[in-house]
């Protein structure tokens, strides 16, 4: 039986160096030097593992830049040639009155935004006045070789859906379709404004557009709808990203099926993140996008979860030959939560890190 132990990983890594040019070569639908890993985020007792942290010593956003410095570390002991992470505290002010903190929240917690007088009265925040200088202080505990890929407080639908609610935005949509418009741009236009305040920085490599488009069937707007008011904004992003010389990644859960021609051609982002396997297993995705779009990660958590170890392991090892890692790089389908087995994860990446 293989050693799917954090021990081994740290020793498989040590001598293994970040070059974040493997993951560019992997956006640009080309093969890397070596295999290669992407992930969104990990879970933080798993960074802590990673990052060889005092027993016991796990940390959280709210410690600010040792958190940061303690993410590095672990994304780097882990094997991978970058990290993500959020540029400042900027979001969207929602209201939160009697709704209860769990795991997962309804699409139709909040209403903040339902009419114009609500719109009217809500203040909409400056993401300048919310950075602090995070990357320039966090630059100088870069290893050698590794980049940023910065990543946005959710993108433009999943910040209308928690202005609104899902619900009351199905509505507007048929009722008041300005008032979508305007609350879609306000929106957009301050993610936007929050990339552009930081994509020119050399130690960012990529951008991450993270915006939940869909369900397991199609996408929760009309395809007619997300072309009006949710594509043009991320066409906007990506581009401020390539012009910045940058690739620009899409993280997207939810059947894309009908918008990914727009997600190709028109929007042009460079990789796309999140598959499940209900709804298209990443072995179909690869052969349908290889060539178009970059295929990060893509192994579905829920088979991570409950797949015996080894499988996970082989499958893992199977989708890095099959694509031989041309416009590939390993990982699983969304994430790491708390959830997935620590064991489950190293056995994934370990079929990335094995001669």
Not at 333 to 340: A, F, H, I, L, R
Request: charged share 25%; hydrophobic share 35%.
């Amino acid at each position: 039986m293989r050693d799917y132990t954090v021990e081994n990983v740290l020793k498989l890594t040590a001598n293994r160096k970040p070059n974040f040019d493997n993951l560019l070569a992997v956006l640009n639908k080309k093969t890397p030097a070596r295999p290669t890993l992407f992930e969104f985020f990990l879970n933080d007792p798993l960074e802590a593992k990673l990052a060889q942290a005092d027993a016991g010593k796990v940390l959280s956003p709210p410690d600010g830049d040792v958190y940061y410095q303690q993410k590095i570390k672990a994304f780097r002991n882990a094997g991978y040639d970058y990290v993500t992470l959020d540029a400042s505290t900027f979001g969207f002010k929602i209201e939160e009155e009697g709704r209860e903190r769990k795991a997962s929240v309804s699409a139709n917690h909040s209403s903040t935004i339902v009419d114009w007088d609500t719109f009217n009265s809500y203040e909409w925040e400056n993401p300048c006045d919310y950075y602090d200088g995070r990357l320039e202080r966090l630059k100088k505990h870069l290893p050698d070789g590794m980049k940023f890929i910065v990543f946005g407080n959710g993108g433009v639908l999943e910040n209308v859906l928690r202005l609104t609610g899902f619900d009351n935005l199905c509505y507007m949509t048929i009722d008041e379709p300005e008032l979508v418009q305007a609350i879609a741009d306000n929106v957009g236009q301050r993610l936007y404004d929050y990339y552009e305040q930081i994509v020119d920085y050399d130690c960012v490599g990529a951008i991450i557009s993270n915006d939940d488009w869909g369900f397991n069937t199609q996408t929760m707007l009309s395809t007619e709808d997300m072309r009006k008011y949710i594509i043009p904004w991320h066409k906007k992003i990506a581009a401020l990203a390539h012009k910045a010389g940058k690739p620009a990644i899409l993280h997207s859960c939810g059947n894309l099926e009908f918008v990914y021609d727009d997600i190709i051609n028109d929007i042009k982002f460079d990789g796309k993140h999140s598959y499940e396997d209900k709804i298209e297993p990443v072995e179909q995705a690869y052969d349908k996008l290889k060539g178009k779009l970059a295929v990060l990660g893509g192994i579905d958590v829920d088979f991570v979860c409950r797949a015996p170890i080894d499988d996970v392991f082989e499958r893992s090892l199977a989708m890095a030959k099959k694509t031989n890692c041309e416009g590939f790089a390993l990982g699983t389908g969304n994430s790491v939560p708390y959830y997935v087995p620590d064991e489950k994860y190293l056995a994934m990446i370990l079929a990335a890190l094995v001669e």
